[in-house]
């Protein structure tokens, strides 16, 4: 095998395919990016059998043929050569090495052989398939991810389900203390789409496709692929069902208040000096002093109160909620102003944006 490339080309593609590597006793190969070049085209490879990714570069191709190599040390070696001309890769047939040179360097890298390296498969659509940007996945994905429960005994829930209705595109994830729920508007049909994404796959799959490229959605019984120009990758999915939320989203309340978001990011900073180990805060609607009072109060820091202008409807009303899972999804929010709903005590909050509803929140109350 030979081919020829830029430094830059080689590192771009590497640092994304270093962090699907794994270290894996059983199977060292999975430690490895492979380089494969066939049909007068170079793709660099990487798997962990749970997610698999192809990377397809621009070079001069001299010759056919393929190695993998260690990810960690080859992408550090990219990352640090001060060189920006043309990189040479070169492996004989009978040699247990690749050979790297730019101008300034000269490296010889132990490899494995190319036959030792896992497949990637491709999805075929049988199960459906949609196109969606980059940015608007991107968008559907951040927007509810922090929601998934981390833990591994519910899988379902350890996920980010998209689903379609009424043609739009839902993302959500819950861990049962809170749920995020995202629209999408793919402006592509879409006809029963019901995917259950791991959540540790996700965090990959926006990281592996950035930019505003289009991508084709294909979705087979145990997996799926995304494929752009010029990449592949394809995701197991979680088997199972997804909990049948849109029953508990509140659909009246007893107050509501409308709030600049930036107000109560703010309130939320500064009560979290005060809150504890708990993360606990207190909102206090207040329709006489069309107030929103934040309240925290630790007995061995001290207490706050921080008061935001608010619109307030509906009953007064003291409820207690742990205040990281709303300082989370602030930023995700397209809206200058949103709106917190409370149905009632021991009822869920629902913050929604004002000027655009693509996504909402729902948060548990705590006891006090």
């Known amino acids: ?98 050979l790297i040179k730019s101008d300034k360097t000269s490296t010889k890298i132990n490899i494995y052989p190319s036959d030792e390296f896992p497949g990637i498969p491709r999805s075929e659509g049988e199960m459906g398939s949609f196109d969606i940007t980059s940015d608007q996945l991107d968008e559907g994905i951040r927007s509810v991810w922090l929601s998934a429960s981390t833990s591994n005994i519910k899988p379902e829930l350890s996920s980010v389900h998209l689903y379609d209705r009424d043609n739009m595109l839902f993302f959500v994830a819950t861990d049962f203390f809170r749920l995020s729920e995202k629209k999408i508007n793919t402006r592509s049909e879409l006809k029963d789409i019901s995917i259950l994404l791991p959540y540790k796959n996700t965090q990959n799959i926006i990281r592996l496709i950035d930019g505003k490229e289009k991508i084709k959605f294909l979705i087979d019984e145990n997996q799926v692929s995304l494929m752009t120009k010029n990449t592949l990758v394809t995701s197991r999915t979680i088997n199972g069902s997804f909990p049948d939320y849109i029953q508990i989203i509140p659909k009246k309340f007893n107050s509501k208040a409308t709030i600049l978001k930036e107000d109560l990011s703010a309130a939320l900073k500064v009560n979290s000096i005060f809150s504890g180990e708990f993360n606990q805060i207190k909102f206090i609607v207040s329709k006489k002093s069309k107030k929103l009072k934040v309240e925290t109060n630790n007995a061995h820091i001290g207490t706050n109160v921080t008061e935001i202008d608010s619109d307030i409807e509906g009953d007064d009303m003291e409820i207690t909620f742990n205040h990281k899972y709303i300082s989370d999804c602030l930023p995700y929010f397209n809206s200058e102003s949103i709106t917190l709903g409370f149905e009632g005590l021991n009822k869920p909050l629902l913050i929604k944006g004002v000027s655009d509803d693509s996504l909402c929140q729902l948060i548990m109350p705590m006891n006090k």
């Not at 593609?13 to 999975?30: D, G, H, R, S, Y």
């Not at 192809?54 to 190599?69: D, L, S, T």
């Open 1 to 98: 095998m030979k081919i020829e490339c830029t430094k830059e080309t080689l590192s771009s593609a590497l640092q994304k395919l270093e962090k699907v590597t794994v270290k894996n006793p059983t199977l060292p190969v999975l430690k490895c990016v492979l380089f494969q070049v066939e049909k007068g085209s170079i793709f660099l490879k990487a798997t962990n059998l749970d997610i698999g990714v192809e990377i397809e570069i621009p070079g001069r191709v001299i010759k056919e043929g393929g190695f993998a190599v260690p990810g960690d040390i080859i992408t550090h070696l990219f990352t640090n050569i001060n060189d920006k001309g043309k990189i040479k890769i070169e492996k004989d047939e009978d040699s247990n090495y690749a």
